[in-house]
């Protein structure tokens, strides 16, 4: 899977993880990443299209 750059709310702080799962919630698709600073997730918007080339 490619590594992709998320940002965490709550510690304020960017990184990167290959480590994430693809949700869709509404016709909306998120990548999914359990942050490094705590116990709590980060998601980031994603096209139709990156959602696809993500899942392979």
């Known amino acids: 899977m490619a ?3 998320f ?3 709550k ?3 960017k990184f990167k993880t290959d ?3 693809i ?3 509404k016709g909306r698709y998120f990548a999914v990443a359990k942050s490094p ?3 709590h997730e980060c ?3 994603l ?3 990156q959602a696809k080339e993500l899942q392979g």
């Open 3 to 5: 590594e992709i750059e």
């Open 7 to 9: 940002y965490d709310v």
């Open 11 to 13: 510690a304020k702080n």
């Open 19 to 21: 480590k994430f799962d």
């Open 23 to 25: 949700r869709e919630k």
């Open 37 to 39: 600073s705590g116990p």
């Open 43 to 45: 998601w980031r918007i």
């Open 47 to 49: 096209s139709e299209k």
